[in-house]
C-alpha cells in the first residue's frame, strides 16, 4: 500500500513569492490534514479536510494561506505572499474512518529567503 | 498554551539499556495518546498508542505507560537500539472523533553503541 505522497519535498523562494504543496493521501482516506512543523517543535495542525469539506481550519492564517481538496482526494496548500517566517516543514497527514492513528507523508521543507 | 509537553529535548543512552521519554499533558479531556518516531528528512511515522482507559501498552520492545492521576505517559524502549535514534513525539487525541492530534516538542534520542 502507497503512503502519503508529498511534492516537492524542497522549496527554497524569495519572500513575497508565492509557494504551493500537493499532498496525495493514502487511498480510501476520508480525512486528510495539513501540518506545520518549525524547527525544535511538533507539528501544528493547520487545516482538516473531511472529503473536500475542511471541517477545522481555525489555525490557518487565512489572509495568505489558502487550501483545497476539490475532489475529496489530493489536496493544495498555497502560501501567497510567502513570509521570512513561514520557513518550516510542511506536512500532510491522513485517516481513514477507524481510529486514531494518523499516516503522515515525508513533508514539504519551504525557505523563504 | 502547551497542551502536551515534552520537557527533555534530548536523551543519550546506551545500547541495550532502557530508554525513557516523558510526556506531559493539561487536559484531562483527552482520550487517546500515541507516540510518533521522527527520522530527519522522513514524515513522523506512528509507533504505539494507548486508550485513557488503560494504564500500559505493550508492542514488542517498546511499552507506553499512563498515569492519569498524574496527566503523564512514558515510552520505554528496552533494550535500546543504535536504530532507535530519532526524534520521538507524544500526542495526544482531543475528545471527540475528530482524529485532531496535539503534539508535543519532541525528545531527540541517541543510543550509543
Known amino acids: 500500500e502507497a503512503g502519503v505522497v508529498q511534492s516537492p519535498r524542497y522549496k527554497i523562494i524569495e519572500k513575497k513569492q508565492p509557494v504551493a504543496f500537493w499532498c496525495n493521501p493514502i487511498s480510501g482516506h476520508n480525512t486528510l490534514y495539513w501540518y506545520l512543523q518549525n524547527l525544535g517543535q511538533g507539528p501544528e495542525l493547520l487545516i482538516r479536510?473531511?472529503?473536500?469539506?475542511?471541517?477545522?481550519d481555525s489555525q490557518l492564517p487565512k489572509d495568505r494561506f489558502s487550501a483545497e481538496r476539490l475532489k475529496g482526494v489530493d489536496s493544495t496548500l498555497k502560501i501567497q505572499p510567502a513570509e521570512l517566517g513561514d520557513s518550516a516543514v510542511y506536512l500532510c497527514a491522513s485517516r481513514g474512518t477507524s481510529g486514531t492513528k494518523q499516516f503522515f507523508g515525508p513533508g514539504t521543507r519551504l525557505t523563504v529567503l | 498554551d502547551q497542551q502536551v509537553k515534552q520537557n527533555s529535548p534530548s536523551l543519550s543512552v546506551q545500547e541495550g539499556r532502557i530508554s525513557i521519554l516523558n510526556c506531559d499533558y493539561t487536559?484531562?479531556?483527552?482520550?487517546?495518546f500515541l507516540w510518533y518516531k521522527k527520522y530527519p528528512a522522513e514524515g513522523p511515522t506512528f509507533l504505539i498508542s494507548i486508550s485513557s482507559i488503560k494504564d500500559k501498552n505493550e508492542d514488542g520492545r517498546f511499552t507506553v505507560f499512563l498515569n492519569k492521576s498524574a496527566k503523564h505517559l512514558s515510552l520505554h524502549i528496552v533494550p535500546s537500539q543504535p536504530g532507535d535514534s530519532a526524534v520521538y513525539f507524544c500526542?495526544?487525541?482531543?475528545?471527540?472523533?475528530?482524529?485532531?492530534?496535539?503534539f508535543g516538542q519532541g525528545t531527540t534520542l541517541q543510543v550509543k553503541p
Open positions: 487536559n484531562s479531556m483527552f482520550d487517546y
Open positions: 500526542a495526544a487525541s482531543a475528545p471527540g472523533n475528530t482524529g485532531k492530534l496535539i
Open positions: 479536510y473531511e472529503n473536500e469539506e475542511a471541517v477545522d
